[in-house]
C-alpha cells in the first residue's frame, strides 16, 4: 500500500473507533511513540493499522462495495417493482426511494436498500410477494 493509502485508512480508523483528536494522538503515542500521522513510518502505519483491525475496525474498498451493489441490482429492482404493484394497489402511501429504505430498513437493519447483503434482499422480496399475495394482487 502507498503511504496516502495508509494514512486514509488510519483517519478511516480514527472515525470509526469515534475518537477526538487527543484520544487519537494519545493513543497513537502509546503505539508508535509519535503524535502525529504525517511522521510514521511504514512500521508504525502498519502498528496503528493492525492495531485498528484488532479493534474491529473494517476498510473495505469502493471497488468491493460498486460490486456488490452490481451484484444485487435485480433484486433491488425486482423490490421497487413490487413496491410499485402495491403502491398501484393503493397498498403503500408513497412510491419514494425513502419510503421503500424506512420500510426495508426494518427488514434489513440497513438504513438505505442498497447497502443491504443479498440474503436481506431476499427477505424484502418475499415479504413483498407476501404482501402482495395477501392483497391479491398477481406476482409474477
Known amino acids: 500500500m502507498t503511504r496516502a493509502t495508509d494514512l486514509a485508512k488510519i483517519h478511516i480508523g480514527k472515525k470509526q473507533m469515534g475518537w477526538d483528536e487527543t484520544l487519537y494522538r494519545d493513543t497513537m503515542q ?5 503524535r502525529s500521522s504525517a511522521v510514521l513510518d511504514f512500521g508504525d502505519r502498519f502498528k496503528m493499522l493492525e492495531y485498528f ?4 475496525v473494517k476498510f473495505t474498498s469502493k471497488n468491493s462495495v460498486s460490486q456488490a451493489s ?3 441490482k435485480p433484486r433491488i429492482k425486482k423490490i421497487y ?4 404493484l402495491l403502491y398501484n394497489a393503493d397498498q403503500v402511501r408513497s412510491k419514494t426511494p425513502q419510503a421503500i429504505d424506512t420500510w426495508s430498513s426494518k427488514i434489513t437493519g440497513k438504513k438505505r436498500l442498497v447497502w443491504a447483503d443479498g440474503h436481506n434482499l ?3 422480496i418475499e415479504s ?3 404482501w402482495c399475495n395477501r392483497c391479491k394482487l398477481k406476482v409474477e
Do not use: P
Open 128 to 130: 413483498l410477494k407476501s
Open 53 to 56: 483491525k484488532t479493534n474491529g
Open 70 to 72: 452490481k451484484a444485487n
Open 30 to 34: 502509546q503505539i508508535t511513540g509519535k
Open 122 to 124: 431476499n427477505q424484502c
Open 81 to 84: 417493482a413490487l413496491w410499485f
